[in-house]
């Protein structure tokens, strides 16, 4: 079975600056999909990031980027020119690329995200 | 496009209760999933379907059941409401592809159940 670690509960940057959040993952798998979302505390679950394992480049979205690497099991977030709306718990996900697995997400513990002035 | 639509938002039952948390979907997916979270523990897979009439059980299925006679629907039942199943529910549903359109892959998630067991 897979497991996702996020290791910590909680992180602080302050506005404008650049903030990383770690995740790790064990699998035994060579396809697979790696997410990241946001829970404001409005509770909605927002993608923020998504990583297919096949692709050696690390994606990226706006002030969102993820430091990929399949070796070590490693998905960190960095965001960049943090904002005050960026403050929310931050889920690492897991999904398997085999067929039957789309709903089968694999969640770690979070990270609670909080910005200051 | 409502996207994934949970019912209720809130709901306080009663130990030995029992009761029905809507989902529905209108982006025509195939799969779909409940998941519940809880303090300090991320979000678990309840139970998941692949298709209409399709279901299976996923981490935490124990005191709940599903059925899937719609591509649109999926509701989860509490059969006897326990303390234990005081949470936070989640309905989501995804694509069986990666890209479609406009998506990534991703799960879609309904904006959540507060469930409150006393």
């Known amino acids: 079975a897979q497991t996702v670690t996020q290791s910590q509960p909680e992180m602080s940057v302050q506005e404008a600056e650049t903030v990383t959040l770690s995740c790790t993952y064990d699998t035994s798998e060579s396809d697979y999909y790696l997410f990241w979302y946001k829970q404001p505390p409005s509770r909605q679950m927002i993608l923020v990031i998504r990583q297919e394992a096949y692709k050696q480049q690390n994606a990226t979205e706006n002030r969102f980027s993820v430091n990929f690497q399949k070796a070590a099991k490693s998905f960190s977030l960095k965001i960049s020119d943090s904002q005050l709306g960026d403050a929310a718990m931050y889920f690492c996900a897991y999904r398997s690329a085999a067929a039957g697995t789309a709903s089968k997400l694999t969640f770690g513990t979070g990270t609670r995200l909080q910005v200051t002035l | 496009n409502a996207g994934v639509t949970q019912t209720p938002k809130f709901q306080v039952l009663k130990t030995g209760q029992s009761m029905t948390l809507q989902c529905a979907q209108d982006?025509?997916?195939?799969?779909m999933s409940w998941y519940r979270q809880d303090p300090g523990m991320g979000l678990r897979l309840i139970h998941y379907s692949v298709g209409a009439g399709i279901t299976d059980q996923g981490e935490v299925p124990n005191g709940y059941n599903v059925s899937r006679s719609t591509t649109e629907d999926f509701p989860l039942r509490l059969l006897s409401a326990a303390p234990s199943q005081t949470s936070v529910y989640f309905c989501?549903?995804?694509?069986?592809?990666?890209?479609?359109?406009?998506?990534?892959?991703?799960?879609?998630f309904g904006q959540g159940t507060r469930l409150t067991v006393v």
């Open positions: 982006m025509n997916h195939e799969y």
């Open positions: 989501a549903s995804s694509y069986f592809g990666l890209v479609r359109g406009g998506e990534k892959g991703e799960a879609f």
